[in-house]
C-alpha cells in the first residue's frame, strides 16, 4: 500500500508468518500428537525449511507457548459471549459454566491436552503465555462469588470436577457423551456441597 511504512509492512509479514506456522503447528499436533510435533514436519507445511522456522520462534517450546496462549485466548474470546447470557439463577448459571468449559474441551484433544494435561515433557507456558488462562481463571472465581462459593478449595474443587468428566470422556468415550452426560448431576452434587441453594 503506498504510504506504508516499511517496518509496518514487515510487520504485517511477519504476523502473518507466525500464524500460518501456528496453524500447521495445530494441525501436526491434531494428526500426531502433541508430543508427536516437529519442527521439519511444520516447516514442510508452510513452505519452509525448519531452520527458517527460528526466525519467528527461539524454539519448539516457542511454538507451543504460542500455541497455548492462542488456544486460552480463543477460550476468553467464546466465554465472553457464553457469559453474557448466562441465567440469573444460581444453578443454572453453574452449569452453564460447566457446559460451555466441557463443550470446549471435549472438542479438540490436541487443545486441550496443551491447555490443560502438559503433556509436552518439559514444557511450561511463558508469562505472556499464561496471562489469558489466568484471567480465564480470575473471571471463573468472579462467578463463583456472585454465586456465593468464594473459598480457594471450593473454586479447586469445582475445577478438579471439570477435569475429570473431561479426562474421562476423552479417556474412554471420545466423540460419544458417556461422562459429559453426568455434566447436571455432578454440578448439582457440588452446588449442595458448597451451599448453593436448589430452584
Known sequence: ??????SSW????RTA?????????????REHGLAGLTLREVAARVGMRAPSLYSHFASKH??????FGQAWTEYERLADAAEAGLPAAPRAALREIARFHLAFAVADL????LMNVRTVPDFAPTEE??????RVL????AHLARLGVTGDE?????????AGLVDQQWANDPGGDRWTRLLDRAVDMYADAVGIPRP
Open 110 to 113: 490436541a487443545r486441550h491436552q
Open 62 to 67: 516457542a511454538i507451543y507457548d504460542a500455541m
Open 10 to 13: 514487515q510487520d504485517k509479514r
Open 129 to 134: 503465555g499464561l496471562a489469558p488462562a489466568v
Open 138 to 141: 480470575g473471571r471463573l472465581r
Open 1 to 6: 500500500m503506498l504510504g506504508e511504512t516499511t
Open 154 to 162: 471450593d473454586v479447586d474443587l469445582f475445577t478438579a470436577l471439570l
Open 17 to 29: 508468518a507466525r500464524t500460518e506456522i501456528l496453524t500447521a503447528a495445530w494441525a501436526v499436533a
